[in-house]
């Protein structure tokens, strides 16, 4: 029978990771799992592909603040779920690489991400996160549908 003991889900704190968080939870609920929600955030400034630019040098992409707040909305939601075994987790770097971490200092059985990117310009150049973790990880990827209806 299929288990999972384990349950990961990364959230940005926009309505489509909100989703995935509430997927995860009610996943983490119905399997009596514990759910671990990432958040990465970005401690380098800098410009798009690392060239530096004096508008965008000042700009974090996500602060470690931003994380902290993303974290605890989603803690709310997966009380919502009636997720009762749940971490929280900033971690620093870009998403796919934060995750996979975790991954791995956890025993993460399945992780829970958006699909939001895979069919945007960047994501088809240079991958959404849930096309790099499927990839990446060895084990199972729920990639939930978060685009608009």
């Known amino acids: ?50 060239a530096h630019s004096s508008e965008t040098d000042k700009l974090p992409i996500v602060s470690e603040e931003s994380a902290e707040s993303y974290l605890d909305a989603a803690v709310k939601i997966a009380a919502e779920e009636g997720a009762d075994k749940v971490e929280v987790i900033p971690k620093s770097g870009d998403p796919v690489h934060a ?35 499927m990839r990446k990880v060895h084990c199972d990827v729920v990639v939930v549908n978060t685009t608009q209806q």
């Not at 889900?9 to 983490?28: E, F, L, P, Y």
């Not at 514990?34 to 990465?40: C, N, P, R």
């Open 99 to 133: 995750l996979m971490e975790v991954g791995e200092e956890h025993d993460v059985d399945v992780f829970v991400v958006g699909n939001r990117g895979i069919n945007s310009l960047s994501g088809r150049v240079f991958g959404s996160v849930s096309t790099e973790l």
């Open 1 to 50: 029978m299929l288990h999972y003991d384990v349950i990961a889900v990364g959230t940005d704190g926009s309505d489509g990771a909100q989703k995935a968080v509430r997927t995860a939870a009610s996943m983490a609920r119905a399997y009596q799992a514990k759910l671990i929600i990432v958040t990465a955030f970005y401690t380098h400034h800098g410009g798009v592909f690392g």
